[in-house]
């Protein structure tokens, strides 16, 4: 089945860790997400990649990294230096250009312990 | 500042009515339009999506109308049925640089009561 996968589905975060968040896809898809969903609100960009090895920052993208050194992988990694990164972060793709619609995957809740 | 703006952040309707959901925008900027759903703890799921070039697209119980000049669209789901219960987001695209992005509202918690 093709589809887009997150892991963990909750994750908890210690104080001054880094954690990172798992995103796959075997879409084919060259464009990938990630974003912050909080209570109420919509949906926030961190960062995003069109392509592989290269990657653009959102509109949050302070205290988080990522990296694209596959097509099908896009990591997000929440540093010790976000102050508040409990949220539910959700990964998505986007096929070839011409193609508006992004795919979700199922989400991780990120907890601060 | 909110460009794409739901002012409902939540509808009830009964099952078999119709349930229309509201998007304002502020960008004229903005060349395509996507609703999707989601369910609790789950990532949302694209429902249905419209161009500006168009005013109208069907698809099943799903119809979107756009229109262009009030910056306004919605989405109209007839019959309503329970499981249409979930939050309705709607997104803007825009390009920034060259890159596209989507621009997000936040929200509309429908509710469809048997």
């Known amino acids: 089945d093709g589809g887009i996968t997150q892991s963990p589905k909750y994750l908890f975060r210690k104080e001054g860790q880094n954690v990172t968040l798992s995103c796959e896809q075997n879409?084919?898809?060259?464009?990938m997400y990630w974003y912050r969903q909080d209570p109420g609100q919509g949906l926030r960009l961190i960062y995003y990649?069109?392509?592989?090895?290269?990657?653009q920052k959102g509109d949050i993208a302070e205290g988080y990294s990522v990296s694209r050194e596959k097509k099908e992988s896009f990591p997000l990694t929440v540093t010790s230096a976000h102050k508040n990164p409990t949220a539910f972060y959700l990964c998505?793709?986007?096929?070839?250009?011409?193609?508006?619609?992004?795919?979700f995957g199922p989400g991780t809740r990120l907890l601060v312990l | 500042d909110q460009q794409v703006k739901q002012n409902s952040p939540s509808l009830s309707v009964q099952e078999g009515r119709i349930s229309i959901l509201n998007c304002d925008y502020t960008n004229s900027m903005f060349d395509y339009f996507l609703w999707y759903k989601k369910y609790p703890a789950e990532g949302p799921t694209f429902l249905i999506s419209?161009?500006?070039i168009k005013d109208k697209n069907e698809d099943g119980r799903f119809t979107v109308f756009l229109n262009k000049s009030a910056k306004h669209l919605s989405l109209h789901i007839v019959p309503s049925q329970p499981g249409d219960s979930a939050v309705y987001f709607c997104a803007a695209k825009i390009y920034a640089g060259n890159n596209r992005k989507l621009i997000w509202g936040l929200g509309t918690s429908l509710a469809v009561n048997p």
């Open positions: 990649s069109q392509i592989v090895n290269d990657f």
């Open positions: 998505a793709s986007k096929g070839t250009s011409g193609q508006e619609t992004q795919y």
């Open positions: 879409l084919n898809h060259d464009a």
């Open positions: 419209i161009s500006s």
